[in-house]
């Protein structure tokens, strides 16, 4: 018994990908990378940092679980290019690359501080620009098989 709740818990966690807001990029060099491309003051920087990764931690576990639906349904229908709107942490684009043989993903996001939106709440226009550069880092690993495009869905449509 004790040894299938620990294997279920295994598959779920490989599959849903890891819980670390750094995983799949090299954290001091995205910090760097951030830093040059802002100009934005360290404390501010790691300000922006400490608030990210406290989200992240909170929305993770609840978002996770949808992941494999998405990227199931991409799998069965053999889809060879995607779109996802609304990208925030990129965890469910990066789940799709990961775990689907599509061709090329597009993964569309503005990261604009929607005071009506609960992800953003709390947040600045600099967090945002901070968010997302580390995300496109995060993405860029998968080279040209994903697109990370800073624009309302209706704009990157054009
Ligand atoms: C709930 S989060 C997305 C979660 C993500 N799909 C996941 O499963 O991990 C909503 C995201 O939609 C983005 N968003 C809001 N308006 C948008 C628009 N017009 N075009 C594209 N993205 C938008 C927000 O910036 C935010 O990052």
Redesign the pocket.
């Known amino acids: 018994m004790i040894s299938r709740a620990i294997l279920i818990l295994f598959l779920s966690t490989s599959i849903v990908g890891k819980g670390s807001f750094w995983h799949g990029v090299d954290r001091k060099v995205v910090t760097q990378h951030i830093a040059q491309q802002t100009q934005i003051p360290p404390d501010e920087l790691q300000a922006a940092l400490s608030f990210w990764q406290k989200k992240y931690t909170k929305h993770f576990d609840s ?1 996770a679980p ?2 494999p639906i998405v990227t199931n349904i991409i799998r069965a229908r053999g889809c060879q290019v995607g779109c ?6 990129g ?2 684009s990066e789940h799709i690359l990961l775990n689907s043989k599509i061709k090329k993903l597009y993964s ?5 501080p ?1 005071p009506h ?1 609960s ?2 709440r709390g947040s600045t226009q600099q967090s945002m620009d901070v968010l997302a550069l580390c995300i496109a880092a995060r993405l860029a690993r998968f080279g040209d098989r994903s697109e990370f495009i800073r624009q ?3 704009d ?1 449509a054009d």
């Open positions: 978002w949808f992941y996802e709107v609304g990208v925030a942490f965890t469910q569309v996001d503005p990261y604009l929607y939106d992800f953003p309302t869905s209706v990157a």
